[in-house]
């Protein structure tokens, strides 16, 4: 499997202001992650695919410009809410692709955002 | 449209006793499912899977079975044992072997009664 950390684990911010999430890869060289956002009693859903070296693919509904996504290394992918809103607070998960198989997604512990 | 349900939110279970979690799904392109458990402050780890050629796989005290023409699956575990207590998520694929893309239910949330 893959370990993969996120940081932070939670995070209290202001309206209008950035907020950057980092998911790492602590032993496994990915090429392909994922960004999941979670509301309260709703399911984990995908927001992007992130690839490395090249652009994330969004999903429908999910502003690219809103929730900028960079993954500059094999073993690090972040996602950046810019001009965060209430309605922005979620947890945020990220997944590394580590394998072929569908089960070799491997999850991180998530981040917990909240936007005041 | 929430295409994979999990309309349980939570379940409790006697120690020792079975525990059925059941997901529900609405997309027919789905070939392939996945459960995943998730503790508190951790994220999901994969725990068993299923094609959708088959109709049951077992790990060890871990069963899931998939009825396609329902459009269900359900995931048993027996006995029960308290570290068994945990959010479990039901995922599906659509695709063939090189999809990616994962799509969750909401998550049940299981107790385990001493």
């Known amino acids: 499997g893959a370990v993969v950390s996120q940081h932070p684990s939670r995070v209290i911010c202001k309206s209008g202001t950035s907020v950057k999430i980092e998911c790492r890869s602590l032993d496994f060289q990915a090429t392909t992650m994922f960004w999941y956002r979670q509301f309260p009693k709703q399911s984990l859903m995908l927001m992007a695919t992130?690839?490395?070296?090249?652009?994330?693919?969004?999903e429908q509904g999910v502003e690219k410009d809103k929730f900028l996504i960079n993954h500059a290394s094999l073993t690090l992918s972040t996602l950046t809410v810019t001009s965060a809103h209430p309605e922005d607070s979620s947890f945020y998960i990220c997944?590394?692709?580590?394998?072929?198989?569908?089960?070799?997604?491997?999850f991180g512990p998530g981040t917990r955002l909240l936007v005041l | 449209d929430q295409q994979v349900k999990q309309n349980s939110p939570s379940l409790s279970v006697q120690e020792g006793r079975i525990s059925i979690l059941n997901c529900d799904y609405t997309?027919?392109?789905?070939?392939?499912f996945l459960w995943y458990k998730k503790y508190p402050a951790e994220g999901p780890t994969f725990l068993i899977s299923i094609s959708s050629i088959k109709d049951k796989n077992e790990d060890g005290r871990f069963t899931v079975f998939l009825n396609k023409s329902a459009k269900h699956l359900s995931l048993h575990i027996v006995p029960s044992q308290p570290g068994d207590s945990a959010v479990y998520f039901c995922?599906?694929?659509?695709?063939?072997?090189?999809?990616?893309?994962?799509?969750f239910g909401q998550g049940t949330r299981l107790t385990i009664n001493p």
């Open positions: 992130s690839n490395e070296g090249s652009k994330a693919t969004y």
């Open positions: 997309n027919s392109m789905f070939d392939y």
């Open positions: 997944s590394v692709k580590a394998g072929t198989g569908r089960e070799t997604q491997y």
């Open positions: 995922a599906a694929s659509e695709g063939g072997q090189g999809a990616q893309k994962l799509v």
